[in-house]
């Protein structure tokens, strides 16, 4: 399979793992998910994800646990992680991350914007 088809076919499945789940991302793993955000994302995205860290953007960093961001679809959002966002200091994960982590990382994010999130392991 070549790249071209490669990306579509991949988000296409992250899709279908993302509509066929529970509550948390695409039957992710929460506690390694916040092993992940702990070491890779905090930096920007701060403790709780509401993007206060020291670190200041332009265009200024997501907040994760807000509506705004909570709202999208897992797909979307492991979309945004796995690709990165262009022009923004967003990266792309996929080359860091497997895919079943990418899903441990946005069962976190979502755990982030559920008031049981403060709780989590
Ligand atoms: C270098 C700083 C930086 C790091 C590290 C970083 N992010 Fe981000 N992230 C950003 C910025 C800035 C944005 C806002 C991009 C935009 O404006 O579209 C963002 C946006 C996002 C979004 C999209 C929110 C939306 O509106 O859809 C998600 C999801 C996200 N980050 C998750 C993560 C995860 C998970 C990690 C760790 C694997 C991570 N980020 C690491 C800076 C960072």
């Excluded at 930096?43 to 509506?67: E, Q, T």
């Excluded at 079943?100 to 008031?115: F, K």
Aim: charged content about 20%.
């Amino acid at each position: 399979m070549n790249a071209r088809v490669t990306g579509p076919v991949l988000l296409a499945m992250l899709f279908v793992a993302a509509v066929g789940s529970g509550s948390y991302a695409a039957g992710g793993n929460v506690a390694k998910g916040k092993v992940l955000f702990t070491s890779l994302c905090i930096r920007c995205h701060g403790v709780d994800g509401k993007g206060d860290a020291s670190m200041k953007f332009n265009p200024p960093v997501a907040d994760l646990s807000s509506s705004a961001v909570q709202s999208k679809l897992d797909g979307s959002l492991m979309k945004a992680i796995h690709d990165g966002r262009k022009n923004t200091a967003m990266g792309a994960w996929k080359f860091v991350l497997s895919d079943e982590e990418i899903r441990d990382v946005t069962a976190y994010v979502r755990a982030l914007g559920s008031s049981a999130g403060r709780k989590l392991p």
